[in-house]
């Protein structure tokens, strides 16, 4: 069985930072791919950032690339989330996801594509 688990989510003030992790367990675990999806209130989740092993580089949702930035420790079985230059409209639920099978990257954004996911962590951005 994985399991994922998501930490440093809480509260900051507009323009700040914060860095969020993820790490995996689980013998089963593979972790060719690992990736950040956010459910702002009463939205629908989305995307935010995927990394896959076979290229270990990030692709982001949206137009958040340049304030967020994902990366991976394989040996650790982690995938990390700095966010920084935060706007509220970034408060959302923020969760894990990890799949191992070998996703093409436009499907990297795709929910349904990831069998594990971690129960969330909130992150609130307000004065």
């Known amino acids: 069985q994985v399991q994922l688990l998501e930490s440093g989510g809480g509260w900051v003030q507009p323009g700040g930072s914060l860095r969020l992790s993820c790490t995996a367990s689980?013998?089963?675990?593979?972790?060719?791919?690992m990736a950040w999806f956010r459910q702002p209130p009463g939205k629908d989740r989305e995307f935010v950032a995927g990394v896959k092993r076979s290229s270990g580089i990030p692709s982001y949702g949206g137009s958040l690339k340049g304030r967020f930035t994902a990366s991976r420790d394989y040996a650790k079985n982690t995938l990390t989330l700095q966010m920084n230059s935060l706007r509220p409209e970034d408060t959302a639920f923020y969760y894990c996801a990890a799949t191992n099978r070998l996703l093409i990257t436009t499907s990297l954004t795709m929910e349904h594509e990831y069998e594990y996911w971690g129960q969330g962590t909130q992150v609130t951005v307000s004065s």
């Open positions: 689980g013998r089963a675990f593979t972790g060719n791919t």
